[in-house]
T-cell receptor
Framework: NAGVTQTPKFQVLKTGQSMTLQCAQD?????MYWYRQDPGMGLRLIYY???????DKGEVPNGYNVSRLNKREFSLRLESAAPSQTSVYFC??????????????FGDGTRLSIL | AQTVTQSQPEMSVQEAETVTLSCTYD???????LFWYKQPPSRQMILVIR??????QNATENRFSVNFQKAAKSFSLKISDSQLGDAAMYFC????????????FGTGTRLAVRP
């Protein structure tokens, strides 16, 4: 059972380049999330999707776009990467929570460096 | 909006000793859940323990236990008999049904375990 799969695991970009981070889940979850993790800041929500076809801004959406391609996949795009977007990015998914041990399942993260 | 505060950026403990990590939160809701996540160098987000706000009894998972003080909005994690493998970042997180299935994270505490 793969859970939440993120690709790539590492990426180095130059300022101004574009990049799409991919995320797929095989748990038939309705909701999916993108977080960024920075030192001293914890995980902050960038965008989320409560269901296929819907997306909403989180705490730090500026500079990002998302696409909920289908129920399984939720991608995060940086149109013009900036050094401030250097971070570790996590994708997560969840079903309407009603008894599982945890509310969200996380991927293993993507370390993105922008020079 | 809910906030989660971890006031200890770093902690250190001697192997086999006990350490307590602090977390406070702010909410106006009465029904919610609190979690501690462990993030080792592998970057995985691993759920350590969870606490339902409606339960008065503190949660326990093997060497991990919490001290949940609902009135004080405090949720500390106690690690007993610390092991080298406990070295990691620890994040406190808040979830409620009214937050759209979104988790709110603290900024984390880095725990070092001295051999």
């Amino acid at each position: 059972n793969a859970g939440v799969t993120q690709t790539p695991k590492f990426q180095v970009l130059k300022t101004g380049q574009s990049m799409t981070l991919q995320c797929a889940q095989d748990m038939n979850h309705n909701s999916m999330y993108w977080y960024r993790q920075d030192p001293g800041m914890g995980l902050r929500l960038i965008y989320y999707s409560a269901s296929e076809g819907t997306t909403d801004k989180g705490e730090v959406p500026n500079g990002y776009n998302v696409s909920r391609l289908n129920k399984r996949e939720f991608s995060l795009r940086l149109e013009s990467a900036a050094p401030s977007q250097t971070s570790v990015y996590f994708c997560a998914s969840s079903a309407p929570w009603g008894g599982e041990r945890q509310p969200q399942h996380f991927g293993d993260g993507t370390r993105l460096s922008i020079l | 909006a809910q906030t989660v505060t971890q006031s200890q950026p770093e902690m250190s403990v001697q192997e086999a000793e006990t350490v307590t990590l602090s977390c406070t939160y702010d909410t106006s809701e009465s029904d919610y859940y609190l979690f501690w996540y462990k993030q080792p160098p592998s970057r995985q987000m691993i759920l350590v323990i969870r606490q339902e706000a409606y339960k008065q009894q503190n949660a326990t998972e093997n060497r991990f236990s919490v001290n949940f003080q609902k009135a004080a909005k405090s949720f500390s994690l106690k690690i007993s008999d610390s092991q080298l493998g406990d070295a990691a970042m620890y994040f406190c997180a808040y979830w409620s049904g009214n937050s759209g299935d979104k988790l709110t994270f603290g900024t984390g505490t880095r725990l070092a375990v001295r051999p």
